[in-house]
Nanobody
Framework: QVHLVESGGGLVQAGASLSLSCAPS????????VTWFRQVPGKEREFVAG????????VYADSVKGRFTISRDNARNTVYLQMDNLKPEDAAVYYC????????????????????WGQGTQVTVSS
């Protein structure tokens, strides 16, 4: 079992930036592809961005391309989601997920394709 901890959420105005972090508790992220999803009440969890265990193969939802950047720092055992030019429609609970033993460059963009999940961090964007 992998326990993931997200941090960095908060309340910002439209156009501002936030950086979310995801780290495993008590173990290494080495070998895990990591993704970010988000969910608003009444809607399904949706894919936002993902990065393969090698650090390559970054994938983004169309709605965040050009504004969000996913990266990983293996030395700090952390995956980041830099969110720039935030919009009110980006407001959601953001979850990170990790999946082991995927081929290099591969990211699963479906909820069912990801194995371990964090508890989420709230992002609120005011207009």
């Amino acid at each position: 079992q992998v326990h993931l901890v997200e941090s960095g959420g908060g309340l910002v105005q439209a156009g501002a930036s936030l950086s979310l972090s995801c780290a495993p508790s008590g173990r290494t992220f080495s070998g895990y592809a990591v993704t970010w999803f988000r969910q608003v009440p009444g809607k399904e969890r949706e894919f936002v961005a993902g990065i393969s265990w090698t650090g390559g193969g970054a994938v983004y939802a169309d709605s965040v391309k050009g504004r969000f950047t996913i990266s990983r720092d293996n030395a700090r055992n952390t995956v980041y989601l830099q969110m720039d030019n935030l919009k009110p429609e980006d407001a959601a609970v953001y979850y990170c997920a990790a999946t082991p033993r995927l081929p290099a460059g591969v990211v699963h963009t479906t909820e069912s394709g990801n194995t371990y999940w964090g508890q989420g961090t709230q992002v609120t964007v005011s207009s």
